[in-house]
């Protein structure tokens, strides 16, 4: 391995000038005549390449120059500082070994390729600058995720995946089992299904959502945060759906529904500011070549105060607009995407959309003082729609009872999440962070796949 | 939500001496006389209790001395440094609210419960004093481990879990359906099961590793790392195996197996460093009262240079030894538990065992000149055995479709794999960390059950 990489050459080009400097990359481009040439090499360290310089003083130079595109180098040469250039460096090289040569029919030649048919080659596009551009993004979002929770004292919880319980209806739940699904299915005296021969002796599917679980880790650390992956079945083919996709669920004790908008604001713009900070030639090339006026969007984010507004209020606006609307806005009903655009671009930024009908949201939702609505509250971004919902959670053991027998669910499955309000209850709230939404809200990329290293969706279990 | 924390009181003392600080938690303990008492109050943010002095100057001291344990309270009152008491500073409240009373068969009474009893109250369990000391550090190691590869350049990649593709044989994976299990499964013309009815018109699996995916991001980023949920559906019960676990795959292109020894051992001690002092007090109490002498454990493990020995020269020392095995060592064969156990306390330290015999292990793993051994490495620790597992990948097309071929897989469903050795191929090398199996060593559980918030094993999925 290089003792140096490409990233610490741009990070700190001053200290290596003139110096002799050893990388090992990939071929990216190659340009050469019949005395000279140059590489654009990276090692995967850096968004930017660096520009060999190659001449016929190499022994090898005729094989480097005709090197395929992606072949594997080592390179031995030194640092200069090209003040006029258009790099701001390069390397001239003293001698090259040829650690690969990549194979004649690589896919990702010099050409522009559409999304599409880059998702047909997903182990070759994180090669690609939008791609790499977009998965280091994912990664760097991922940590400052991390990071905003640890440093405010919130503990980090492993929920599970694999669960019994069906928390919010198993229509959108994956069953898993070891049965042998190419036989028939082992069955008891009863002529059903014999699920005590399962690995796990019942029904199994994967979960939806870890706040159950997750608030029972509330009522011990105060703060804690979930950041797993998530399976729903869906069988919806959108740009924002994915059969896969991670999510971040905090919940946070003694914790009120203001309170809650509070943190939820400050995660975001701690998220939005740390990876522009850290990716700058990331959003760059996102601004230029996947969403003009990206910068300025979350720029603005980040010197903005969030509406808050209550949803009823909405629907007046809504009802005011001079808008002929696909879906007619209502008092009783969720936002469609129509909506959630104009009342975003209505305020010219974020806004908080709070205490929404009760009968269209979540049993486990504070009931307010009306009766009719629950302290529930969804965050709207210009162009990407919700990004978090959360809400108070309903802490009175009556009320929460209540609302499970007239939703019919069975409250026995889930006698140990309504322990958590007879054995130290408290004002609490939480809210779900959509990972694969942020980041298309932070690079500007549209459709789900693009974000995902290995998207599935209905129909499309690849690689 | 309260402005002010006990883990603030503790960790800044001087700065609240004398001063006003309101707090809300939950009684841990309380005793009390006819007109004062003490209640230990912990608000989820501290390993440690705040001691609050109440008297009958309280409007409500009568209620408030009768409280039930894991009642949540309210507090204002003074902070007090006293120096010669037990603990360094106690609050003398001038003020109590009672938010909630916890019922009187609140499970978690004073006295001690075994593990196995916890074990059916998981939901609770975090609030007695050794799930919250593990599962805290479960939370601190894992931030530790992102910040160890973020802050070396790695990049974070969330691999697939569902999966088509049957990596290393299916035996331990999961099946995943949509399909009704109560039901007969569908069935095509030939009457066998229709799978282009299932929501990815396809057999699919939940995968056991994510380290294929991983080098395909590798041979972009050159250093990446995956750190994720694994599920293994094997039906094992035994204190190391849990159907669902996290697990930490990096993988590090231009990278030999001396590198990766390197890098491992780095990592290991970084970890092992942010968790002792970052967790002071949860490591004092693990080492007080689940592992005598875990301090100095630890602390041997990072003053130590881990010893890096062959296979074969391993096998030596065990067959010199003056001890009757269970099973007898051999030199084409796997370690047992006793000869790991062994040769820690041979070397009396952490021991890289490396070059081990192909026919035991994975095929993607790098043939050495000898032609019988591969470039693979397990890292054994004293008191947990193998905690990583690694080798340099092979990077030869021809190689590795060899293998691929003699072992009857199926080249196609990996064809994408292989690519990595036709575009850009180079020397790279990569490890698994179990998350559980380092959190049983940092801690000195001795059950995966223990460091898992919710296990899954065998006939075992409650909550």
Redesign the interface.
């Known amino acids: 391995?290089?003792e140096i990489?490409i990233?610490d050459l741009y990070r700190d080009t001053k200290k290596y000038n003139n110096k002799e400097v050893i990388l090992?990359?990939?071929v990216k481009t190659i340009r050469d005549s019949k005395t000279f040439g140059f590489i654009e090499l990276n090692?995967?360290?850096f968004f930017k390449n660096v520009q060999v310089v190659i001449t016929d003083k190499l022994e090898n130079f005729e094989k480097v120059a005709k090197l395929s595109i992606?072949?594997?180098i080592k390179v031995i040469g030194k640092l200069i500082i090209t003040e006029n250039a258009k790099q701001p460096f390069e390397i001239q090289a003293t001698n090259i070994e040829i650690?690969?040569e990549?194979?004649k029919d690589?896919p990702l030649q010099k050409k522009r390729h559409s999304f599409e048919y880059l998702r047909t080659i997903?182990?070759?596009r994180?090669?690609t600058n939008t791609?790499?551009a977009v998965?280091?993004i994912?990664?760097?979002t991922?940590?400052a995720i991390?990071e905003y929770f640890?440093n405010n004292?919130y503990?980090?919880?492993?929920?599970?995946?694999?669960?019994?319980?069906d928390c919010e209806g198993s229509a959108e739940m994956?069953?898993?089992?070891?049965?042998d699904?190419?036989?028939?299915?082992p069955k008891d005296q009863d002529g059903?299904?014999d699920?005590s021969r399962d690995?796990?002796?019942?029904?199994?599917y994967?979960t939806g959502s870890g706040q159950l679980?997750g608030e029972?880790?509330?009522?011990?650390?105060?703060?804690i945060y979930t950041f797993?992956?998530t399976?729903r079945?869906e069988?919806s083919n959108t740009k924002t759906h994915a059969?896969?996709f991670?999510m971040i669920e905090p919940e946070?004790?003694?914790?009120?529904l203001d309170?809650l908008m509070d943190i939820e604001e400050d995660c975001l713009k701690y998220i939005v500011k740390k990876v522009m900070e850290r990716c700058p030639e990331e959003i760059d090339f996102c601004d230029k070549f996947i969403e003009k006026g990206l910068k300025e969007k979350l720029n603005k984010l980040l010197n903005s105060e969030f509406v808050r507004i209550d949803h009823k209020d909405v629907i007046d606006i809504l009802k005011k607009a001079d808008k002929k609307w696909e879906f007619e806005p209502d008092y009783g009903e969720d936002l469609a995407k129509e909506h959630e655009k104009y009342i975003t671009e209505y305020f010219n930024g974020p806004v908080f959309v709070k205490n929404w009908p009760k009968d269209i949201k979540s049993y486990y939702m504070k009931l307010n003082p009306d009766g009719k609505t629950v302290a529930a509250v969804d965050l709207e971004v210009p162009g990407a729609g919700e990004i978090m919902g959360g809400s108070q959670r309903e802490?009175d053991y009556e009320k929460l009872l209540k609302v499970i027998k007239e939703r019919k669910m069975d409250a026995d499955q889930i006698y140990?999440?309504l322990?958590?309000r007879?054995?130290?209850?408290?004002?609490h709230s939480g809210f779900g962070l959509g990972f694969e939404r942020l980041l298309m809200y932070i690079t500007g990329i549209e459709n789900i796949r693009d974000v995902?290293?290995?998207p599935?969706t209905?129909?499309?279990?690849?690689?």
């Open positions: 391995m290089s990489v990233k090992e990359g990939w090692d995967g360290s992606y072949s594997c650690l690969s990549c194979d690589y997903a182990h070759l994180p090669r791609f790499n998965f280091r994912r990664s760097v991922a940590f991390h640890q004292g503990v980090y919880v492993h929920t599970p995946i694999i669960t019994c319980a994956f069953k898993l089992t070891t049965m699904l190419k036989k028939e299915l059903k299904t699920f690995l796990f002796g019942k029904e199994t994967i679980h029972t880790f509330a009522s011990a650390f105060g703060k797993g992956p399976l079945s069988n059969n896969e991670w946070i004790s003694f914790c009120d309170e802490e140990w999440y322990d958590l007879r054995y130290g209850s408290n004002i995902i290293p290995y599935r209905p129909k499309n279990c690849d690689f």
